[in-house]
């Protein structure tokens, strides 16, 4: 396991650091499918405000990155409507890899192997400040939103699936 304040150097950071991102890191015990629940648990932080980078892919096989706050889930529909698909799928862990360059779990939106378009639901640009990976597992990133927004410019939409309640 990483030391606690190691700051890993990868894609990500370096493209953080070429676009003058100020941002602190956080290190992490990941878990194998324990989501946003496990870095907001480990490192205090409400999951809300840690976000999820999603690969997608359109019904063109095109892929894409979604953006969503941690506790909540994207609307595949929605997100086809906003896009202008026919529908959209979650990639498979190796598809993700090679559109990002990323490992499934360790996958940042910065620094993809290749540029992708950025979709990013509307709820987070409320935030101030943000916690997203850094590009590998276990390794988050925070900065503050409209940094996100400044070097992304992802797309606004509401594409957050109904909240489940009961």
Same mark, same amino acid.
């Given at each position: 396991?990483?030391?606690?304040?190691?700051?890993?150097?990868?894609?990500?950071?370096?493209?953080?650091?070429?676009?003058?991102?100020?941002?602190?890191?956080?290190?992490?015990?990941?878990?194998?499918?324990?989501?946003?629940?496990?870095?907001?648990?480990?490192?205090?932080?409400?999951?809300?405000?840690?976000?999820?980078?999603?690969?997608?892919?359109?019904?063109?096989?095109?892929?894409?990155?979604?953006?969503?706050?941690?506790?909540?889930?994207?609307? $595949?529909?929605? =997100?086809?409507?906003?896009?202008?698909? @026919?529908?959209?799928?979650?990639?498979? +862990? !190796?598809? %993700?890899?090679?559109?990002?360059?990323?490992?499934?779990?360790?996958?940042?939106?910065?620094?993809?192997?290749?540029?992708?378009?950025?979709?990013?639901?509307?709820?987070?640009?409320?935030?101030?400040?943000?916690?997203?990976?850094?590009?590998?597992?276990?390794? $988050?990133?925070? =900065?503050?939103?409209?940094?996100?927004? @400044?070097?992304?410019?992802?797309?606004? +939409? !509401?594409? %957050?699936?109904?909240?489940?309640?009961?």
């Amino acid at each position: 396991m990483a030391e606690k304040n190691e700051l890993h150097v990868t894609p990500a950071i370096r493209a953080l650091r070429a676009a003058g991102v100020v941002f602190t890191h956080h290190n992490y015990a990941y878990e194998e499918k324990g989501g946003t629940a496990v870095s907001a648990r480990e490192l205090g932080e409400d999951e809300h405000h840690i976000l999820k980078t999603l690969v997608l892919e359109d019904d063109r096989k095109q892929p894409l990155l979604c953006l969503m706050h941690g506790d909540r889930e994207v609307s $595949l529909r929605g =997100l086809a409507r906003v896009i202008g698909a @026919r529908s959209v799928a979650m990639c498979s +862990a !190796d598809a %993700a890899t090679k559109h990002t360059g990323y490992l499934f779990g360790g996958t940042s939106p910065f620094g993809t192997r290749k540029p992708l378009p950025v979709y990013a639901h509307t709820g987070i640009e409320a935030l101030e400040r943000v916690l997203i990976n850094g590009g590998k597992r276990g390794f $988050l990133v925070a =900065l503050p939103t409209r940094e996100l927004v @400044r070097v992304l410019g992802p797309i606004f +939409a !509401d594409v %957050a699936a109904p909240a489940v309640t009961g």
